[in-house]
């Protein structure tokens, strides 16, 4: 397996750096996708511009791979998965709740108030690099 990737993060000022990262491990409930697809969104584009770093849950955090609207092929399982399998096509939803509270668990992420709440390309690493370490509970059937 590549123990190394490259990924793009959003360093603003109108700009776009790529980088090498560490291919992450899946641990429980998680996969790892060879990313197929990504999208930039106007989220992403205020990135780049820098109006979105450091405000609340909808802010960048520097260094983190962006993109949080990706597909792919999972390619590695952690233990405890439940719906997905190595070889399944998903698509990651752009946000990953808590997946406790009220909104969580009626599949509302996006309204998550928890301190856990992390968008892909955001808080946690995004689409824009080789691989993604997403949560099971955040993906979608890519069939």
């Given at each position: 397996m590549v123990v190394k990737m490259r990924g793009a993060i959003l360093p603003g000022n109108s700009t776009v750096e790529l980088k090498d990262f560490e291919v992450p491990k899946p641990g429980f409930g998680q996969v790892l996708i060879r990313t197929k697809a990504t999208t930039i969104c106007g989220n992403d584009i205020r990135c780049i511009y820098r109006k979105h770093t450091g405000k609340g849950a909808e802010g960048?955090?520097?260094?983190?791979?962006?993109?949080?609207?990706?597909?792919?092929?999972?390619?590695?399982?952690?233990?405890?998965?439940?719906?997905?399998?190595?070889?399944?096509?998903?698509?990651?939803?752009?946000?990953?709740?808590?997946?406790?509270?009220?909104?969580?668990?009626?599949?509302?992420?996006?309204?998550?108030?928890?301190?856990?709440?992390?968008?892909y390309g955001w808080q946690r690493n995004g689409g824009m690099g080789e691989y993604i370490l997403a949560d099971e509970k955040d993906l979608l059937s890519g069939r």
């Open positions: 960048y955090i520097p260094g983190m791979i962006a993109g949080h609207e990706p597909s792919g092929l999972i390619i590695e399982e952690g233990e405890g998965l439940k719906r997905f399998k190595k070889g399944d096509r998903v698509i990651v939803y752009h946000i990953s709740g808590c997946g406790v509270c009220n909104d969580c668990r009626r599949g509302y992420y996006i309204s998550c108030t928890s301190k856990f709440r992390a968008a």
